[in-house]
């Protein structure tokens, strides 16, 4: 299951509201008072509500198969756990999620499999999917990774210091309960799982004073909510959630007002300070004649939460009766085969968007024979989960905007209809609309690869240690579309049984009695797992003219890929089965290892990701990122950020040794197979940033030590700048 951990409830900006006071009428999840004790001694209890969670109440004994989770130290605003893995085990990934946001997301999931609760087996699966996640780099983007191959003898006993670390891109706060997960693994890829620790703690209460508090004012309309927030004399950062009344009242009356006092104090990665956001400001987009609810959280300078919640419930404005409904056309496809049609969607001077589902039309008529409750819920579900086209803001209401639109994994030989629905320039949702236009797919040629037209190619341009680079090439006039995937390793194997040989002769239609020929993998297969990623990949050639090179992650170093793929040209006819192969790099590294920068780049939610760049002479790069702004956490104390703000110091070196003794020891992060790695901060709001990289090549070969600091007004420099020296050595390169 594709599950992310979302730090919202749905979505916080859909709808803003006014202002009441929330009172504690609605208990949170109570445990069941642990009356489940293990073999270990671990005492569990599994809270009381629609998405129940297993956990430990605090430190957790592991077996030869898991990781020991003891809890050292609990403040106001810092966990510090240290974790001690089993005999068989060589890595652990490691994230803490605050409870509210993790009760948010297995709501969306409960809602997305269509059920009405969630077994504990269900909910212990969702978080061990979660933290195993990986991003498009092959990267984790759900636990942070601690590896044998890495830590070495460290790796028996990692202590874990929250305010000094990566792990979490939020601050912890007062009050609020957290989940320390770890996963264990048997492998140092983190791909074969073994026990999970669920281990429950709550950060050390602490009351705000009263001018922490935030009110607000409100100036609805009929799709649009202006609001104005004043945060009181002691409220240094606001959160806020707005949506629908009935959604934010199912989270609370499922988990009660304090875990959604906690959701709220999670709702961005950092809290907005009131310096940097705008306090006046109006939501478009909502839904008319629709009942919203808002609800905010002031915060101190120190992160301490208000113990209240600020909150009101409001319905939007009537539309005028004369509105006119949005009006839309979707045109015949301009071009199409047999599994892949493009063409244009059109929306009239009144149409604000337009949201369908591409069905045959015997279903499409089907549709528009419903009535009653039936209709209501296909309109929903066509607003709520169809394909959608919105007027662009750059295109005003009043106008006539064309957006062109593409479909695939069609059906040969079927005629297709457009069901839609469509919303007009105050949000009001139109009633179930069928196109006039339908269209019939081709027919889907297998058997005649040499009548064929389509000229794709594929092959690998780059290669990394854990990385391989796809280009493919190709004209649209003559190309729809290309399947390929890895397949000789097979990553992960998740049961695929290709051929020993890779060759065109390995056809579904020469060889029908196993029905597990090429054409099978490409055309037929689907896993029964219906989130395993499926074979293959698309390449939607009929709409792309040219496509930018894939890079695709995940690979071991010094291991040769094979590639698979084929071609449907702009008839429905299938080409050869055509192969490419790529080798990773060695991961044995060279004698010349070198830090080549240090990137970073700033996301709209504020969150800070920084970039480290080494040549593929290293064999380990160790890395890390600090932040001071006038406290002594861990990591600056031992970094000396408090002497680096004297830039008359002398102590040159003697910081230079610090940060280089630091990023080598338990605080810094390290890898051997990704020569890119990267670090997330919750953003640059500090009086000083610095980001350290040191890498090893083959026998005693070492790096330069390459540096990075950011001070309070956004100025760059390396160690020497910011002493004012001559650069004595190959450190980060300006960019």
Wanted: some cysteine; charged content about 20%.
């Amino acid at each position: 299951m594709n599950i992310k951990f979302k730090s919202i409830l749905l979505s916080s900006l859909a709808a803003i509201a006014g202002m009441m006071v929330v009172s504690c009428e609605t208990e949170k999840p109570a445990p069941d008072n642990g009356q489940e004790v293990d073999d270990k001694g671990n005492t569990y209890v599994t809270t009381d509500c629609i998405t129940p969670i297993r956990y430990v109440d605090g430190s957790y004994v592991g077996s030869t198969t898991g990781v020991s989770v003891s809890i050292s130290q609990i403040s106001s605003n810092n966990i510090q756990f240290v974790c001690e893995p089993g005999t068989d085990i060589n890595s652990f990934l490691v994230q803490v999620y605050p409870m509210g946001t993790l009760y948010n997301t297995l709501l969306e999931a409960m809602h997305a499999e269509g059920k009405q609760s969630l077994t504990v087996e269900e909910t212990s699966n969702y978080i061990a999917q979660a933290i195993s996640l990986k991003d498009e780099e092959g990267v984790s983007s759900g636990g942070v990774l601690y590896a044998r191959e890495s830590l070495g003898d460290d790796f028996n006993s990692v202590e874990i210091d929250l305010a000094s670390s990566s792990i979490v891109p939020y601050p912890i706060m007062p009050g609020v309960e957290y989940l320390v997960v770890v996963q264990a693994c048997f492998d140092d890829a983190a791909t074969r799982l073994g026990d999970m620790a669920i281990c429950h703690v709550e950060a050390t209460p602490k009351e705000a004073s009263d001018d922490v508090k935030v009110d607000v004012a409100l100036e609805p309309s009929i799709n649009s909510v202006g609001v104005t927030l004043t945060p009181g004399a002691g409220c240094a950062y606001i959160s806020y959630i707005g949506n629908t009344r009935a959604q934010i009242d199912e989270y609370v009356n499922a988990y009660g007002d304090e875990m959604f006092h906690d959701l709220l104090c999670h709702t961005y990665a950092t809290p907005i300070s009131i310096s940097d956001m705008n306090l006046q400001f109006r939501i478009s987009d909502i839904e008319p004649e629709s009942e919203y609810c808002f609800a905010a959280v002031a915060f101190a300078s120190d992160f301490t939460p208000a113990a209240r919640i600020t909150r009101q419930d409001c319905t939007l404005k009537d539309v005028p009766d004369d509105a006119p409904d949005g009006e839309c056309e979707f045109r015949a496809p301009s071009a199409y085969a047999a599994t892949i049609a493009k063409f244009d969607v059109v929306l009239g001077a009144n149409c604000y968007a337009a949201y369908y589902q591409l069905l045959t039309k015997a279903e499409a008529e089907a549709a528009m024979a419903l009535e009653g409750t039936e209709r209501e819920a296909k309109v929903l579900e066509i607003r709520n989960g169809g394909w959608g086209v919105t007027r662009p803001s750059s295109v005003p209401v009043g106008s006539v905007y064309t957006y062109p639109d593409l479909q695939n994994e069609l059906t040969p030989e079927t005629e297709y209809a457009f069901l839609y629905v469509t919303r007009n320039e105050y949000g009001q949702t139109s009633d179930l609309q069928l196109s006039e236009t339908t269209f019939t797919t081709k027919k889907l040629v297998r058997d005649q690869p040499g009548e064929s037209i389509e000229d794709a190619y594929m092959e690998i341009v780059d290669a990394t240690r854990s990385a391989l680079t796809l280009k493919f090439t190709y004209s649209s006039d003559k190309t729809a579309l290309i399947m390929h995937r890895n397949a000789f390793p097979i990553i992960p194997d998740n049961g695929y049984d290709f051929p020993e040989v890779i060759s065109d002769d390995y056809r579904y239609d020469k060889d029908p009695g196993d029905g597990k020929g090429w054409l099978y993998w490409f055309l037929d297969f689907r896993h029964n797992d219906p989130y395993q990623t499926r074979w293959p990949d698309f390449v939607n050639a009929l709409a792309i003219p040219s496509l930018d090179p894939i890079k695709v992650s995940g690979y071991s170093p010094k291991t040769t890929y094979q590639f698979a793929y084929i071609a449907e040209d702009v008839n429905g006819v299938l080409g050869h089965v055509k192969t490419c192969s790529g080798t990773t790099l060695s991961n044995e590294g060279g004698s010349n290892p070198q830090i080549e920068k240090i990137e970073y780049s700033t996301a709209s939610t504020g969150e800070v990701a920084f970039t480290f760049y080494a040549n593929d002479d290293i064999t380990t790069i160790y890395y890390m990122v600090a932040t001071y702004s006038g406290g002594a956490g861990p990591a600056a104390s031992d970094l000396r950020l408090d002497r680096l703000l004297d830039k008359n110091s002398s102590d040159y070196t003697g910081i230079k040794n610090a940060w280089q003794r630091t990023v080598l020891g338990e605080q810094g992060l390290s890898t051997s197979t990704n020569i890119q790695p990267r670090v997330t901060i919750p953003a640059l709001d500090s009086e000083l940033t610095v980001a350290i990289a040191y890498a090893y090549g083959t026998g005693d070969t070492e790096s330069a030590l390459a540096t990075l600091i950011i001070d309070g007004e956004g100025n760059e420099y390396t160690l020497e700048e910011w002493y004012g020296m001559t650069v004595q050595y190959v450190t980060v390169p300006r960019y």
